[in-house]
Nanobody, 121 residues
Framework: QVQLVESGGGLVQAGGSLRLSCAAS????????MGWYRQAPGNQRELVAAISSGGSTNYADSVEGRFTISRDNVKNTVYLQMNSLKPEDTAVYYC???????????????WGQGTQVTVSS
């Protein structure tokens, strides 16, 4: 069983910063991509940032230049540094791992429980 535990959300004023962390525990053979998604009330869940096993990154246009995703492969952890936060960044943020649990296991998607980020104006 694989479990993702997120931390780092909270309330911050516009222009401020937050750093989210997501650590995986359990029986993991390999982790491919890691990512962060967010969902605001009334909206669909959207990709915020992703990082491949080789370190390649991609970002939503709305966060490009403000957010930075990184990963620690030893700790099975992914981070999201969020700077210059805006009220429209307010959402529940979910981490996502695409991983296999054994050499013969197909890739599976795993999700964190979500952490609230609220940016006040």
């Amino acid at each position: 069983q694989v479990q993702l535990v997120e931390s780092g959300g909270g309330l911050v004023q516009a222009g401020g910063s937050l750093r989210l962390s997501c650590a995986a525990s359990g029986s993991i053979f390999s982790i491919n991509a890691m990512g962060w998604y967010r969902q605001a009330p009334g909206n669909q869940r959207e990709l915020v940032a992703a990082i491949s096993s080789g370190g390649s990154t991609n970002y939503a246009d709305s966060v490009e230049g403000r957010f930075t995703i990184s990963r620690d492969n030893v700790k099975n952890t992914v981070y999201l540094q969020m700077n210059s936060l805006k009220p429209e960044d307010t959402a529940v943020y979910y981490c996502n791992f695409i991983a296999t649990m054994s050499p013969s296991d197909p890739r599976r998607w795993f999700w964190g429980q979500g952490t609230q980020v609220t940016v006040s104006s």
